[in-house]
């Protein structure tokens, strides 16, 4: 029954195959710098509390033969990486992850750009409002 945060001190350890800290009470978010775990072969963090995203790094594991990461209370984007991505969609399961292998897509976060009133006044606003409001219904109808 281990509590806290993942040290960022065990990412030093390149030479781990193996690393399961499962069924714990662990919390915090993954280790940055995960990914420097070059040797790591399997990795489960399974059923703890941690949150945050999945570490960008952890799409270098390339030795990465087995991981679970489910029910925790993770979000965000599964990294992509063919090793990652090829896992079954259970291990990712408990969480609020979208992307492969997960049958929930991420939708990028679409912003329109506020018009710039200095910059439009006279002839163009007109214009340039309609091309904002088309680009607006657009966005609404396609995602």
Same mark, same amino acid.
């Given at each position: 029954?281990?509590?806290?945060? =993942?040290?960022?001190?065990?990412?030093?350890?390149?030479?781990?195959?193996?690393?399961?800290?499962?069924?714990?009470?662990?919390?915090?978010?993954?280790?940055?710098?995960?990914?420097?775990?070059?040797?790591?072969?399997?990795?489960?963090?399974?059923?703890?509390?941690?949150?945050?995203?999945?570490?960008?790094?952890?799409?270098?594991?390339?030795?990465?033969?087995?991981?679970?990461?489910?029910?925790?209370?993770?979000?965000?984007?599964?990294?992509?990486?063919?090793? =990652?991505?090829?896992?079954?969609?259970?291990?990712?399961?408990?969480?609020?992850?979208?992307?492969?292998?997960?049958?929930?897509?991420?939708?990028?976060?679409?912003? =329109?750009?506020?018009?710039?009133?200095?910059?439009?006044?006279?002839?163009?606003?007109?214009?340039?409002?309609?091309?904002?409001?088309?680009?607006?219904?657009?966005?609404?109808?396609?995602?």
């Amino acid at each position: 029954m281990i509590s806290g945060e =993942i040290p960022q001190e065990v990412t030093s350890l390149t030479s781990l195959r193996s690393l399961n800290l499962s069924r714990n009470h662990l919390t915090g978010k993954i280790p940055s710098k995960i990914g420097d775990m070059g040797s790591l072969e399997s990795l489960d963090l399974s059923m703890n509390h941690l949150s945050g995203e999945i570490p960008p790094s952890m799409s270098t594991l390339t030795f990465l033969a087995d991981v679970n990461l489910s029910y925790n209370n993770l979000t965000g984007q599964i990294p992509k990486s063919t090793q =990652i991505q090829g896992f079954d969609q259970s291990r990712f399961i408990g969480n609020k992850l979208c992307g492969l292998p997960l049958n929930e897509s991420c939708k990028a976060n679409w912003v =329109i750009p506020p018009v710039a009133v200095e910059k439009h006044r006279g002839s163009h606003l007109v214009e340039d409002g309609w091309f904002y409001l088309s680009l607006g219904v657009f966005l609404v109808r396609c995602c």
